[in-house]
């Protein structure tokens, strides 16, 4: 699968070790920085993997903040994006079946590294269920793309 990765500085680590873990199990995988602890803002990296999916260059995003907060509230400002930051594994498994997510977001100051591997292994992993999903996600892009979303 082609994965656009990208964190601010306090995700770069956690996303140093998701990258390598993607890299080692055979995906394509595009780093869209940052590229130390030095400080950077969060939504420059966020936008830049929304576009990365939305554009097609990737097929799915991985994005790392401290919280999962701020990076996905960014990479959701990009039309075509559904970022989300689960908490579990359970969530992790219904942001695919119910809300079809294109990017996941993890907290680096709140998920260790095991735990987000899993995640990310269950968010590429598992299909959206469709059906009446479909149309609820229907419903969110009709927002994003009418005139001021209201
Ligand atoms: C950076 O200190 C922090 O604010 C950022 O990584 C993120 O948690 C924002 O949502």
Redo the contacts with the bound molecule.
Sequence with gaps: MKIAIGS?H??FRLKEELRQYLESAGHAVTDLGTVSEESVD?PDYGHAVGRAVASGQADRGVAV???G???AIAANKVPGIRAGTPGDLFATRLMREHNDANVIAF?A?LTAAPLAIAMLNLFLATEFAGGRHARRVGKLDNVQSSKNGV
């Design positions: 601010d306090a995700g969060y903040c401290g919280t907060i701020g990076i907290g100051r």
